[in-house]
């Protein structure tokens, strides 16, 4: 069963930064698309940004997040990262990574598509606020 631990969250002013990490737990992620969802308070989960596997060639950013967040990742230390930059007030929920296929390219719909998933972990919270 495909498992995540999410990891890097936490409280910061308007403008910081912060870096998620997205670990494998149990299984080799190097092949799958891994997709990054953030879930505001009382709002439903959103697909954020994802990348494709192995040399992550493809790679997607929601319009709300475009420009400020770098999605990448570390096969070697199995290993998806989210670089959060210039945060905003907006941005603070819970944040979520997904195995959301094999071998597919990114987009909006591979996203949308895996929201109804099983294999949802904790999450790590970000708080954007001054």
């Known amino acids: 069963q495909q498992q995540f631990v999410e990891s890097g969250g936490g409280w910061v002013q308007p403008g910081g930064s912060l870096r998620l990490s997205c670990a494998a737990s149990?299984?080799?992620?190097?092949?799958?698309?891994i997709g990054w969802y953030h879930q505001a308070p009382g709002k439903e989960r959103e697909g954020v940004s994802c990348?494709?596997?192995?040399?992550?060639?493809?790679?997607y950013y929601a319009d709300s997040v475009k420009g400020r967040f770098t999605i990448s990742r570390d096969n070697a230390n199995n290993t998806v990262y989210l670089q959060l930059n210039w945060l905003k007030p907006e941005d603070t929920g819970i944040y979520y990574c997904?195995?959301?296929?094999?071998?597919?390219?990114?987009?909006?719909?591979?996203?949308?598509?895996?929201?109804?998933?099983?294999?949802w972990g904790k999450g790590t919270l970000v708080t954007v606020s001054s």
């Open positions: 997904l195995a959301v296929g094999l071998g597919v390219s990114c987009s909006k719909y591979i996203l949308y598509g895996a929201i109804g998933s099983n294999h």
């Open positions: 149990g299984f080799t992620s190097e092949y799958y698309t």
């Open positions: 990348i494709s596997g192995r040399e992550g060639s493809s790679t």
